[in-house]
C-alpha cells in the first residue's frame, strides 16, 4: 500500500465518523513500531585494557542494530564498532547473544565510505532470527511520516517519530559518501545504526548522525537511505569489502566567474590506466552532468559514483575549451584497491587520504581528502615527492616507504601551485 493510498484510507475512515484522526495515526504508529521491535538490537561495545598480560573489558560505547537476515547479520554504523575488540547484542525480549568472527578476524566487517558495518549474531543452535524487510527508500516522500528505534543514552528499545525534511542530502561531512535522508526524528547518542522505518515497519534508513552544537538532539537528524544499506550490505556479506564502481580523477570545485556563488567542478588530474583515463577525459576539462544530473559540488560528483557498482555504465556530459562532449564508458574496480588493499584502506582510515599515479605525469597525486580528515594542511590535487623524508616514484614506492615505517606518516612533502610544502602528521591514532 503506498502512501497516496494510505492516505486516502484515513481520509475515508475519518470522513465515516468510524474512527478520528488521532486514533488511526496511533493505530498506524503502533502497528509499524510493533512489527519493528524484534528485529532491533542494542549492541554494546567492549575494549580489551589491562597490562602484563592481564586484561579485562571496559564498555566504550553503546548503540544499536538491525537484524536483516534470518541468519542473523546485523546492521549498523561503523563509528559504533571500530574503537570495540568485542560487542555484545542485546534483543527486544532481552536476550544476550554473542557475535561471530569473521574472516578478518574482527566481529565485524565495515565499509568506513558510508559508515556501515555488518556483524552476525552466533546462532549455533539453528535459531532464525526476524529480519527487518527493507522498502524502497526512492519512493520515500519529503514530508511522510517515519519512526526511529534505537538505544539513545542506553535507554533500550526507545521510539521516535517525525517527518522526511529533505532527500539526497550531501556536503555534510559526516562520511565520504553522502546521500542522506533528513528528518526532525529524534535521535541522539546510542541511535546510531538503528532503524528508520515507514508506517509499514519497512526500513527506509539506518539512522546515523545529528546536526547539533550541543551533542544532543537539535531538531535535524540524518539517516543512510535503504537502497545504500542493501548494496553495502550485500557486498560485504558476499565479497567481504564494497565493490565500488572507480571514476578515476582528481577534481575541484571553482567558482564561475561572473556568479560566486554558482560552481563548476573541473578535473584536475587524470589516473593512470583508469576508466577516466581510457575514455580520455583530460585535465581542465569541467563536468557538466552525470548520467542526466548535475555536478555543481564535489559533494555532488562522489555522491553519484559513489553509490555505483563494478561494471556501471555511466554518461558524462563535459565542457573542453568551450566545446560540449558527451563520453559514455564503463566504471570497473580499481585494481590498486585490490592488490595493496590493507595498506590503502589502513591509510584512509588514519589519515583521510587516498593516492594514485596521475595519467600524464606518473606522480604520486592526492586523489581525495576525506572532510573527517584531521589534516587540513593536505589538499586534493597535491603532487607527493617524498614520505617520511624519502623520496617516491610510485603508488608501490609510496606503500613500500609507507610498511617500512611501520605504517605511519611523520612527514610528506608535497607540490602545489609551484610551491613546495612540508606537511607533519601527528599520531592521533594512538590518543
Not at 526476524?130 to 526512492?138: G, R, V
Not at 593516492?355 to 589538499?379: F, N
Request: charged letters at 25%.
Amino acid at each position: 500500500m503506498n502512501m497516496r493510498i494510505f492516505l486516502i484510507a484515513i481520509m475515508l475512515f475519518i470522513s465515516s465518523g468510524l474512527i478520528s484522526a488521532p486514533e488511526l495515526f496511533n493505530k498506524y504508529f503502533i502497528e509499524a513500531a510493533s512489527i519493528a521491535k524484534p528485529s532491533v538490537v542494542n549492541i554494546v561495545a567492549y575494549e580489551n585494557r589491562g597490562k602484563n598480560g592481564k586484561t579485562h573489558l571496559v564498555r566504550i560505547s553503546y548503540g544499536t542494530g538491525t537484524i536483516i537476515s534470518k541468519s542473523g547479520f546485523i546492521v549498523t554504523n561503523y563509528h559504533v564498532v571500530k574503537k570495540g575488540d568485542v560487542f555484545k547484542a542485546i534483543s527486544s525480549d532481552g536476550t544476550n547473544y554473542d557475535l561471530q568472527l569473521f574472516r578478518n578476524g574482527k566481529y565485524y566487517l565495515s565499509d568506513y565510505k558510508t559508515d556501515l558495518a555488518v556483524l552476525k549474531l552466533n546462532n549455533s543452535d539453528g535459531e532464525k532470527f526476524i529480519p527487518l524487510k527493507l522498502s524502497d527508500s526512492n519512493s520515500l516522500n519529503e514530508g511522510e511520516w517515519v519512526l526511529a528505534i534505537g538505544n539513545p543514552y542506553g535507554l533500550k528499545q526507545s521510539i521516535t517519530a517525525g517527518i522526511v525534511s529533505s532527500k539526497g542530502r550531501d556536503n555534510i561531512g559526516f562520511t565520504d559518501i553522502e546521500d542522506f535522508i533528513q528528518t526532525d526524528v529524534s535521535i541522539n547518542p546510542g541511535n546510531s545504526g538503528g532503524p528508520l522505518v515507514n508506517l509499514h515497519g519497512e526500513m527506509v534508513g539506518i539512522n546515523t548522525a545529528i546536526r547539533s552544537a550541543s551533542g544532543g538532539f537539535q531538531g535535524i537528524s540524518f539517516a543512510i537511505p535503504s537502497n545504500i544499506v542493501k548494496q553495502v550490505c550485500f557486498d560485504l556479506t558476499s565479497f567481504g569489502r564494497v565493490k565500488r564502481g572507480w571514476l578515476g580523477l582528481v577534481a575541484r570545485e571553482k567558482s564561475v566567474s561572473h556568479n560566486k556563488e554558482s560552481k563548476t567542478v573541473e578535473v584536475m588530474s587524470v589516473i593512470r590506466n583508469s576508466p577516466s583515463d581510457i575514455a580520455g577525459l583530460k585535465q581542465g576539462d569541467i563536468i557538466k552532468e552525470i548520467d542526466q544530473q548535475r555536478i555543481d559540488s564535489l559533494g555532488a560528483l562522489t555522491k553519484i559514483i559513489g553509490n555505483k557498482g563494478v561494471g556501471s555504465r555511466i554518461e558524462i556530459i563535459l565542457s573542453r575549451n568551450g566545446k560540449i562532449i558527451d563520453i559514455n564508458f564503463v566504471l570497473r574496480e580499481k585494481e590498486e584497491y585490490v592488490r595493496l588493499q590493507s595498506e590503502l584502506e589502513q591509510l584512509f582510515q588514519y589519515y583521510g587520504v587516498e593516492v594514485d599515479e596521475d595519467a600524464v605525469t606518473g606522480k604520486i597525486v592526492v586523489t581525495y581528502l576525506s572532510p573527517r580528515s584531521p589534516y587540513k594542511d593536505i589538499e586534493e590535487g597535491d603532487v607527493i615527492v617524498s614520505v617520511n623524508n624519502k623520496k617516491i616514484s610510485s603508488l608501490e614506492n609510496f606503500i613500500e616507504k609507507y610498511r617500512s615505517s611501520d605504517r605511519k606518516l611523520h612527514n610528506i612533502t608535497v607540490v602545489r601551485d609551484s610551491g613546495i610544502h612540508e606537511i607533519y602528521f601527528e599520531d592521533l591514532n594512538n590518543e
